[in-house]
Each structure stands twice: as C-alpha cells, then as structure tokens.
C-alpha cells in the first residue's frame, strides 16, 4: 500500500479513472474467504488525507476503537479485575503473553516487563 508522497504522485499518474482503480492500483485491495477481492476505500482515503497533511486522529495515539479520548483512569471492576484497556497496551506496543512484576507501594501498583531493570525502589 502506498502512502505519502508515493500514494500522491501515483494518483497524480494515473490520472481520470475510477475511485475503484485509483485504490486498487495504490495497493488498497485485499482478499475475501471466497477468493475475490476487497476494495478498502476507508484505508485509501485515509492514507490520501494523511498524505495531504490532514490528520484525522485515528491512530493510537490517545483514541480509543469507539473514538473516545483516552482518560489515563482505570477503574477497579465489580470482580476485582484491574482492567487496562488495549489502546494502551496498543501504546505500550504490549502482546498477547508478555509478562511483567507488579510491585506494589503506598497506595500505586507498578508493573514492570519481566527481564527489565527496577530502577526505582
């Protein structure tokens, strides 16, 4: 998929065709179960207004699946879980599996990837 000033000058060269043939011929296509293909016209938008300086917020950076901005607030579930959230983890650049220490002080927990230094104590 092109993105930037590739994406630009390549719709810039292809000229007048369809918005079909523009996304496909950036690299915005991708394939069904049943073999055939998908035009991913929000993608393709997406990256062009991207290219062209608009940023419409969708990264991880601090926006959420459902589009609310991220509140650094966690709150302590009815069974007792702690949950994150995965925007963070997203930000965190965390996986499925990754292990961390959890120390625990006067009122704060800290959660530190297994194998890194604590530098605070």
Excluded: H, W
Aim: charged fraction near 25%.
């Amino acid at each position: 998929m092109l993105t930037g000033a590739d994406l630009l000058a390549k719709v810039k060269d292809l000229g007048d065709v369809s918005k079909t043939d523009l996304a496909t011929q950036c690299g915005y296509v991708s394939k069904k179960k049943d073999g055939s293909d998908r035009v991913n016209f929000t993608a393709f938008y997406e990256a062009l207004l991207n290219a062209k300086g608009i940023d419409l917020g969708g990264g991880a950076g601090g926006i959420g699946k459902g589009g609310r901005k991220l509140s650094y607030i966690a709150k302590v579930q009815g069974n007792g879980n702690l949950l994150i959230g995965k925007a963070y983890t997203a930000m965190l650049d965390l996986s499925p599996g990754d292990n961390f220490t959890i120390k625990l002080g006067r009122k704060q927990i800290r959660l530190i990837p297994e194998g890194s230094e604590d530098t605070e104590d």
